[in-house]
């Protein structure tokens, strides 16, 4: 089985596999994903093989773990942060660990938003997923993401920047503008 979902058995004793909401959070077999307190965990760290570890946030301390290398990526959970500027550095970062056999875990405070998002970044560039691929991806292996609005629309424009055309755009709802992938979940909801 594998480390980042647990097995439920429901009331018709049929098996199906819930991704964790704790802990690291397996999005292809060198790249994890998972908040502040997971990352600093040695034993989930070294259980899971981790060779790098990327820090989305501006105030997480790392919790030094031999043979593991640690990136910062300053920026904080906000519309505003320029995220977007660190995309190409962080995606062909875990890229190279990859080619080398090694492991990456990005996380941020708390594994939903900033972390997600450079996450996205990395499968739309190296593994040839549109931005709607990658975010149903993701969410199926830690269904808790969800990047802030200013990070859909920098994500959004770095997948014109790749493809030349975009899969998600963003919408008017009745709580305010949203990636169209929310449509569905706010289509009934009452402003306030």
Sequence with gaps: MDSGNVLVVNDATRRSIVPRL???????EHLYLSNGRSANNTAMVSGSKITCIINATENIANTLI?????????????PSSHLGDYFDTVADKIHRVEEQ???????????????????????MKYRSMTLVDAHCWVKSRRPIVRPNNGFWKQLIDYEYKIYGCGSV?????????????????TRNLIPC
């Design 22 to 28: 704790a802990g690291l959070g397996q999005i292809t």
């Design 66 to 78: 031999p043979a593991v290398e640690y990136v910062r990526v300053p920026v904080a959970d906000s």
């Design 101 to 123: 056999h090694g492991r990456v875990l990005v996380h941020c405070s708390a594994g939903v938003s900033r972390s997600a998002t450079l996450c996205l970044a990395y499968l």
């Design 169 to 185: 755009r963003m919408i008017m709802s009745p709580v305010g503008e949203i990636p169209d992938v929310y449509e569905k979940e």
